[in-house]
């Protein structure tokens, strides 16, 4: 028991370097201090969440109420830099049992270049663009701390990134190449430091006003859970659930870490929460201590690409990609079930490779059938609760109306059920990972804790549940509401099960009480990493901004791509995974996302490929999470390993050969957009999810070597072929029939004329860049108007002047759809015109779900073949 303590310590102590600060003062004030922060942090999150400062502005008639609000992100990355400051030593030899004079100096620094920006907020308004010597002096020290807090609690790579950034938007007008291609003649110190710091197109944009308004308090809420319990429930009901299953500990690692992950922050601090119980029990059963990490590993980084808050990236996508949340939800929906899913038959085969068996339970055990349930509970379980959730909505707005007051009611009581249900069986605590190899029973696990699961009901409710009178709730208000509740929970579940137990309520209440603060200083903690980080993010997309700096990329990959689309991708996951490396998973979004995606989109359109934006976030989204678990940097991996001693590079190794399914899907979403679920209805959405998963499966038993039997190679490659089937029926259709009609010149404006309303037209432009001065070819969509080409562009704000063979076009004007990918990209006034070359309309071929007949028809014959040589079974 005392080895495992210390391994859980070391893993602690991990977490606490690379998330929550290493710092312990043994001064009392300065422990207070930190203490405090953090809870005062927390506490004004809460507050500007709410309705409050406007109404005590109203009833004072002091809008500096209201104003705190406006002004919140300066404030929150005040308290972001304080803390970084005060939690996370400078240096390795910095002490860490004080704060030194050093840090008190970068703290006044910090906190006041911030907060400047608040007291002169009026003072600034009156001179935009020209900056005061205090303006120029407070933004260059603001812009060196952050940066110092930033290495400080996350280390070199994303201080890295960011100073070369910034010594791009100062020099790089000094370089003829990168002066062609972005056209961009460098930039003053007033103009640069003003457009970081001043004004909110730096540090203080988008990304750190979604760390402000919707972050925190997803981070929040999830500290509250788990600190009230919650994440131990999650734990135990998986070990229940799956426990006694061939490999059962690692199954429920898997379930574990993406109940967890979905509302957690940190691929590390899931692998530690989930990993200190599981990895034990894993080797214990048989599985060797890299395999037992890598598992953890893959489940805990696989929660991040999970709805609903996909490490608070969801939000992100929301202001970058400018669509509904409940749209990235669907959108990221499929391929995180695939991925679990997939995780979870993976452990299956190396649970029969070694022939592992379960833990041991009393009771029922769960068969087969019930097994495949489980497989799909994730998908079914979530879409059940949403018709239900929806079924309750409308009875309820019969005598609800407008008002909340019947739902609070209707909460509340199902609450104390739950909670009065929950006291007649034992508190839900961690077991003993050393103890008897036994799982424990489903039942008095599930409802011992159920009350658990009404906050995340609530979060979803508000999120996602919509009807004809109340429509849903904003993300912030959504996380604002469930925290409130979460915090309900937290401070009387413990006294409410004593009072019904009849024990002791003075001690139940003050460890509510004591679970309800440390929730608040964990929360805040969680998020010092975020907040400097989305700051720091802000530098880079104010040089994209002020610079065009993402052109550079984008050339240096489309010239070594060559115009592949398919070396273009593989190069931009790469440098999403060079990219990711150690970031957390919003400041890697936001890097991955600024640089890699315009660059897919351009270079993706120059090819004749037209990807959806969403698309193309998931995509670079994704390889830039799988850097947590990738070597030599995953600290994910590190954080594993220190719990299995393992070797940390062979459990990251093993971890990113578990996540190859995960690096598999963007390759097959951005072509096969129907697993994005993008324009796809409900009957062919189920269609798409049952095959996709059986060729993720088949994928997944490729990798291992392992079907039925062990593969043969031929084996393995007819598994590959068959899932690359099911996966792709479009690319084998391709092969045996056009997919688009194509016209130049003016056949192409009558092939235009003759296409059905609304219907999609590929339009080829062609044209000198904007900058480089290079002929280059770009492609377009836009729907059809029956009849009428010109009328069909016009819509579109789209000029054309027709000269014989050439259909040369017009400049749009600004506020039409196509001035930002054409007006900004191409040079309409020189000696070559832009121009159509060539219009696309798609072809009315046979279904292209045909070939899924053949490839299961080869599944079929590969199983029968399997089947022979197999020793054991399947389960």
């Known amino acids: ?26 001064a009392a004030w300065q422990a207070k201090l930190i203490i405090g922060t953090c809870i005062a942090w927390s506490l004004f999150q809460l507050y500007i969440a709410s309705k409050v400062p406007g109404i005590v502005a109203q009833a004072t008639g002091m809008g500096i109420f209201a104003n705190i609000v406006a002004q919140a992100r300066f404030v929150h990355l005040a308290f972001a830099i304080m803390l970084a400051t005060l939690a996370f030593p400078l240096f390795k030899s910095s002490p860490r049992d004080r704060i030194p004079l050093y840090d008190w100096v970068l703290i006044l620094l910090g906190v006041g270049s911030c907060l400047y920006l608040v007291v002169f907020r009026f003072q600034i308004a009156d001179r935009p663009g020209l900056w005061s010597a205090s303006d120029i002096t407070m933004s260059s020290i603001g812009m060196v701390v952050l940066l110092i807090a930033v290495y400080r609690s996350l280390g070199l790579p994303l201080v890295i990134i960011a100073s070369a950034f910034v010594a791009f938007a100062f020099f790089g007008g000094y370089s003829e190449w990168a002066r062609e291609i972005t056209n961009y003649g460098g930039a003053s110190l007033s103009k640069a430091l003003g457009h970081y710091w001043m004004q909110t197109e730096g540090v203080f944009g988008v990304a750190l006003g979604v760390s402000t308004s919707m972050i925190f308090l997803f981070v929040l809420f999830g500290a509250l859970l788990d600190r009230a319990g919650g994440g131990s429930w999650f734990i135990k009901v998986a070990i229940a659930l799956l426990g006694a299953l061939r490999g059962g500990p690692a199954k429920a690692s898997v379930l574990s870490s993406m109940l967890t992950g979905m509302i957690s922050g940190s691929s590390i601090s899931n692998t530690v929460t989930t990993g200190t119980f599981t990895i034990p029990l894993m080797k214990r ?17 696989n929660g991040q690409l999970t709805p609903p808050v996909m490490g ?27 991925s679990y899913i997939a995780l979870l038959y993976i452990v299956h085969l190396e649970a029969l490779k070694m022939q592992m068996q379960g833990l041991t339970k009393a009771g029922r055990h769960i068969g087969p059938v019930l097994i495949l349930i489980l497989f799909l509970s994730g998908f079914i379980f979530l879409g059940a609760c949403t018709f239900i959730m929806i079924g309750l909505r409308s009875v309820m707005d019969n005598f609800m109306a407008e008002s909340v007051y019947g739902a609070i009611v209707i909460v509340a009581l199902l609450y104390l059920v739950l909670v009065y249900y929950a006291s007649r069986y034992p508190d839900v605590a961690m077991d003993d990972p050393d103890g008897p190899l036994e799982a424990p029973r489903l039942t008095p696990t599930l409802l011992g804790g159920a009350y658990f699961a009404l906050p995340i ?16 709730l904003s993300p912030s208000l959504s996380a604002f509401w469930a925290t409130i509740f979460m915090i309900i929970v937290a401070l009387t579940h413990r006294p409410l099960k004593a009072m019904f137990r009849g024990e002791a309520f003075a001690s ?15 929360g805040a903690r969680n998020m010092i990493g975020i907040g400097v980080a989305t700051g720091a993010a802000g530098v880079i997309v104010g040089t994209i901004s002020l610079t065009g700096a993402h052109q550079v990329i984008g050339q240096v990959v489309e010239v070594i791509a060559g115009g592949n689309i ?16 150690g970031l957390p998973t919003t400041a890697n979004y936001i890097v991955v996302s600024s640089l890699m995606a315009p660059v897919i989109l351009t270079v993706g359109a120059s090819a004749g490929y037209i990807f959806p934006l969403i698309a193309v976030h998931l995509f670079v989204f994704y390889f830039g999470i799988l850097a947590d678990d990738t070597p030599p940097v995953g600290l994910a991996a590190y954080a594993a390993a220190a719990i299995s001693r393992g070797d940390p590079i062979k459990t990251g190794v093993q971890g990113f050969a578990y996540d190859i399914r995960t690096a598999l899907l963007p390759f097959l979403f951005i072509f096969n957009t129907d697993l994005l679920l993008i324009d796809v209805g409900f009957a062919k959405a189920i269609l798409v999810f049952f095959i996709s998963l059986i060729a ?11 079907f039925i039997a062990k593969s043969k190679t031929w084996e393995t490659v007819a598994l590959l072929v068959i899932a690359f089937m099911l996966f792709r029926p479009d690319y084998l259709l391709d092969q045996v029939s056009e997919k688009y009609q194509s016209a130049s010149g003016p056949a192409a404006l009558e092939l235009m004329a003759r296409a059905e309303t609304d219907r999609e037209l590929r339009v080829v432009v062609e044209g000198p860049d904007f900058d480089t001065g290079r002929l280059r070819p770009t492609t377009i969509t836009l729907p059809a108007i029956n009849g009428d080409a010109e009328a ?11 000269d014989g063979d050439v259909i040369a076009m017009d400049e749009p004007f600004p506020g039409t759809p196509f001035f930002e990918s054409l007006g900004n990209e191409y040079d309409f006034y020189g000696d070559t015109p832009v121009q159509i070359t060539q219009v696309q309309i798609e072809n009315d071929r046979m279904p292209k779900e045909l070939f899924f007949i053949p490839a299961l028809l080869l599944l079929g014959g590969l199983v029968l073949i399997q089947r022979r040589r197999a020793t054991q079974p399947a389960f």
């Open 1 to 26: 028991m005392t080895d495992q303590n210390t391994v859980t310590q070391s893993a602690d102590d991990l977490v606490a370097e690379a998330d929550t600060g290493a710092r312990n003062p043994s």
């Open 285 to 301: 059963i048989g599985f060797p201590a890299e395999k037992a990490g890598a598992v953890e590993v893959a489940s805990s980084t």
């Open 508 to 522: 139940a209440t003050t460890a509510g009480w004591h679970d309800f603060v440390q929730g608040l200083i964990l």
């Open 696 to 706: 993720m499966l088949l994928f997944a038993a490729a990798t291992q070597g392992y």
């Open 312 to 338: 608070a990236a969801a939000f992100l996508m929301v202001e970058y990609v400018n669509i509904p949340y409940i749209d990235v939800v669907k959108h990221a929906f499929l391929p995180a079930v695939i």
């Open 792 to 802: 069909a562009l016009d819509a579109q704000g789209l000029t054309i002047l027709p």
């Open 566 to 581: 398919w070396i273009l991708l593989i190069l931009v996951a790469v440098m999403s995974l060079i990219l990711g490396m």
């Open 457 to 472: 009901f609530i979060l979803v409710w508000n999120l996602m549940v919509r009807t004809d009178s109340l429509d849903r």
